[in-house]
């Protein structure tokens, strides 16, 4: 799944992913 390698890569990069990212993500 795509959604949940970005969010890895989030986190890798110190960012704090919120709902409102991943949301905006899918859009």
Do not use: F, M, N, P
């Not at 969010?7 to 409102?20: C, D, M, N, P």
Request: glycine share 4%; no cysteine; hydrophobic share 40%.
């Amino acid at each position: 799944e795509k959604l949940y390698e970005w969010i890895l890569k989030q986190h890798e990069e110190g960012s704090r992913v919120t709902a409102a990212d991943v949301i905006a993500y899918l859009q």
